[in-house]
């Protein structure tokens, strides 16, 4: 079973941007869609966007809300996605969660890690 | 993007209650839809996609339902690991959107 875990500086200063490791155990990270997803404390879930790897094909789909500030990237030799979003700001406060979409749609999030927690302050 | 309206917001229940979530689409998502149990702290779990067939190691007490606009989560006799916060999510289109959330707490 596949297995997500999150990881990354939990304080960002405001300007700067974030980055963030999430580290896939129990299975390849080639040949499937991976998304990053985030939580505000107190709101909802926001996809944020998705990457998908298989030998020299990549392709990536951003939220066009944050679209001109991310980056998503993977490195197949680490079996690890990655998650840079530029120039933070307090509203870039949230819990961030990596997820795998299934095998036979890449809409439908079936494994996910426990999220990380990055706050953005001063 | 497509936006997504679930209701309650919250709702309080006894073991062995039944309880019903329901979500609504902005446009017609047809029966592209997920819903995910997330408890605090751990990873969201998917346990229903295309709005009624049921993710493999879900519970058979969770059922989905709905087409177009509107769906329904329902919950039958409540477990104590049932208490969580429900998220419905729409599978039609990307920017993926999901709905507010329900939390269901014990009564």
């Known amino acids: 079973q596949v297995q997500l875990q999150e990881s990354g500086p939990g304080l960002v200063e405001p300007s700067e941007t974030l980055s963030l490791t999430c580290t896939v155990s129990g299975g390849s990270i080639s040949g499937s869609y991976w998304s990053w997803i985030r939580q505000p404390p107190g709101k909802g879930l926001e996809w944020i966007g998705y990457i998908y790897s298989s030998g020299s094909t990549k392709y990536t789909n951003y939220n066009p809300s944050l679209k001109s500030r991310v980056t998503i990237s993977v490195d197949p030799s680490k079996n690890q996605l990655s998650l840079g979003l530029s120039s933070v700001t307090a509203a870039d406060t949230a819990v961030y969660y990596c997820a795998r979409a299934t095998p036979h749609s890449k809409f439908y999030l079936d494994s996910w890690g426990q999220g990380t927690l990055v706050s953005v302050s001063s | 993007d497509i936006q997504m309206t679930q209701s309650p917001s919250s709702v309080s229940a006894s073991i062995g209650d039944t309880v019903t979530i329901t979500c609504q689409a902005s446009?017609?998502?047809?029966?592209?839809l997920a819903w995910y149990q997330h408890k605090k702290g751990k990873a969201p779990q998917l346990l229903i996609y295309a709005a009624s067939s049921s993710q493999s190691g879900a519970p058979s007490r969770f059922s989905g339902s709905g087409s177009g606009t509107e769906f329904t989560l329902t919950i039958t006799s409540l477990q104590p690991e049932d208490f969580a916060t429900y998220y419905c999510?729409?599978?039609?289109?990307?920017?993926?959107?999901f709905g507010g959330g329900t939390k269901v707490e014990i009564k």
């Open positions: 999510q729409q599978a039609n289109s990307f920017p993926l959107t």
């Open positions: 446009q017609d998502i047809s029966s592209w």
